[in-house]
């Protein structure tokens, strides 16, 4: 087998990705010379390693092995540079990827936790949506990933071996809406009274469903803000320009102005939190991560 250290990395980064488009972007490269690097990987491989299709590319069962074989040479050829350009970590270092909501509520307390219990570990964070968490742990780019499920809570992909997953928490959404408007000093709303409101939405789709409008809502919401950011959203909530779907667990890091209302009328949602990593015996930098992630969801 002939295969070089550069088209091993862009299989780690197209896993990742999901997409030649954007391995190229992450890596700096353009798209003709991912494409280039992908199918030489083929040739040296002699199988099929990614299977092209219309929401991205996914990598074939071959594409599977050799990814679990690249993450391991990957590490060995950057063990070896530290070593030869003497370079000695100070630290333990684990690479956390979190949802989109966590790095608000979840990630302070934890990472304060891990510095009072184990100073030596130095921890680097990625946000990301739960679905390109897992490409990114299965590319070997993270460590260990802070994930989000919803009922019925079914595994986080469908690849093999199965991730290792740990239930950290439940949460309740709840809706965020400002301190002054029309629900001023209540902490409760009926269902049938969201149906007219202003939202303030996440762009999502089908494959990652953000949060915005309230789950299940009747009829067709009125959606004035769309916004990504956290901070844009509870701020413009503040402001009195809408109402936004949050996870209760969001309360510590709401800003003036905003009050959250439970909602009435309708079955609870709830969404879980969880720890996932690959399949193995974890490292003790990364169970110790764990368990300050565990004790600051609990």
Avoid: C, N
């Amino acid at each position: 087998m002939d295969v070089s250290s550069a088209g091993l990395r862009v299989l780690r980064q197209i896993a990742e990705s999901g997409s030649f488009t954007a391995a190229a972007v992450r890596l700096g490269y353009t798209q003709s010379a991912v494409s280039r690097q992908a199918a030489s990987l083929e040739r040296g491989a002699g199988a099929a390693l990614f299977e092209r299709r219309s929401d991205g590319v996914r990598l074939t069962t071959a594409g599977l092995v050799m990814l679990r074989h690249a993450r391991t040479i990957l590490s060995t050829l950057d063990t070896a540079e530290r070593d030869l350009t003497g370079t000695v970590p100070g630290t333990e270092t684990v690479r956390l990827g979190v949802f989109l909501s966590a790095g608000a509520a979840l990630l302070p307390p934890a990472l304060a936790r891990l510095a009072a219990a184990d100073p030596q570990i130095t921890v680097t964070t990625t946000e990301g949506t739960t679905p390109a968490l897992v490409r990114a742990l299965r590319a070997g780019s993270v460590d260990l990933a802070v994930l989000t499920s919803r009922p019925p809570h079914r595994p986080s992909d469908g690849e093999s071996p199965r991730l290792h997953v740990a239930t950290v928490a439940d949460a309740e959404l709840v809706v965020a809406a400002p301190a002054a408007g029309d629900f001023a000093g209540r902490t409760a709303v009926h269902v049938d009274e969201l149906a007219d409101v202003a939202w303030i939405a996440t762009p999502s789709s089908r494959s990652e469903p953000l949060l915005g409008v309230w789950p299940g809502l009747p009829g067709r919401p009125r959606v004035v803000h769309s916004a990504r950011d956290w901070l844009t959203k509870l701020h413009l909530v503040a402001g009195g320009f809408g109402v936004t779907t949050v996870p209760s667990r969001l309360s510590p890091a709401l800003p003036p102005g905003v009050s959250l209302l439970h909602v009435e009328g309708a079955p609870p949602e709830i969404r879980r939190v969880h720890v996932a990593r690959l399949p193995g015996p974890p490292s003790p930098a990364v169970t110790a991560v764990t368990r300050a992630i565990t004790s600051a969801a609990r």
